[in-house]
């Protein structure tokens, strides 16, 4: 049982389609939150951010982008604006693996 005490709140979620990113979408969507979930634009990112989107009627979607292009955070902030009206919380989740 959740306390819905995220209820208003509008998340970005950087690298948010899978693993620990994945399990925070989760968590804020249990506890009332709105969320918006970037993850790279590759068909398996893609797959993971879809499923994750189907599981919540509505309270996430899903924004592709590559966050080392500096136009990108600023995009992915407008996108999550026109959903669902603010962003009140960004989760810098997103990785560089080399």
Do not use: C, H
Request: charged letters at 20%; proline letters at 3%.
């Amino acid at each position: 049982m959740s306390s819905q005490r995220l209820s208003g709140q509008v998340a970005l979620i950087t690298g948010g389609s899978r693993g620990i990113g994945a399990a925070v979408v989760r968590a804020f969507v249990a506890e009332g939150a709105q969320v918006a979930i970037n993850y790279l634009d590759v068909p398996e990112r893609k797959k993971e951010a879809e499923d994750l989107v189907a599981q919540f009627n509505g309270d996430v979607i899903a924004l592709a982008g590559d966050l080392s292009d500096p136009e990108v955070p600023a995009a992915l902030v407008k996108a999550t604006q026109a959903k669902f009206g603010k962003v009140t919380t960004i989760v810098a989740n997103a990785a560089v693996l080399q």
